[in-house]
C-alpha cells in the first residue's frame, strides 16, 4: 500500500473531494426543489389571484373582472 507524506492514502483525498461535491449536490438540489415553483419572486402572486381578490373586495365589478380576464388570457 502506498502512503503519503502526511499519512493518508490519496483516495481519502479523492474520496473528501466526493463528499464535499456530494454535499452541495443535495443542498443545490433540495433548494431548488423547494423554491423551483416561486423562483425569483417568491411571495408575489399572479395576476389571475390578484383579479380574483380584487373581485371579492369588491374594487371591481362582474363585468370588468371577466374583461379583465379575458384580456389576461391572450
Given at each position: 500500500?502506498?502512503?503519503?507524506?502526511?499519512?493518508?492514502?490519496?483516495?481519502?483525498?479523492f474520496?473528501?473531494?466526493?463528499?464535499?461535491?456530494?454535499?452541495?449536490?443535495?443542498?443545490?438540489?433540495?433548494?431548488?426543489?423547494?423554491?423551483?415553483?416561486?423562483?425569483?419572486?417568491h411571495?408575489?402572486?399572479?395576476?389571475?389571484?390578484?383579479?380574483?381578490?380584487?373581485?371579492?373586495?369588491?374594487?371591481?365589478?362582474?363585468?370588468?373582472?371577466?374583461?379583465?380576464?379575458?384580456?389576461?388570457?391572450?
Amino acid at each position: 500500500m502506498y502512503w503519503s507524506h502526511y499519512g493518508f492514502h490519496p483516495f481519502f483525498g479523492f474520496l473528501f473531494f466526493i463528499l464535499i461535491f456530494g454535499f452541495f449536490f443535495l443542498l443545490r438540489f433540495f433548494m431548488w426543489r423547494r423554491y423551483r415553483f416561486s423562483g425569483c419572486f417568491h411571495g408575489r402572486e399572479d395576476a389571475f389571484s390578484l383579479l380574483q381578490k380584487r373581485l371579492v373586495n369588491g374594487e371591481i365589478n362582474e363585468e370588468e373582472y371577466l374583461r379583465l380576464k379575458e384580456v389576461l388570457k391572450r
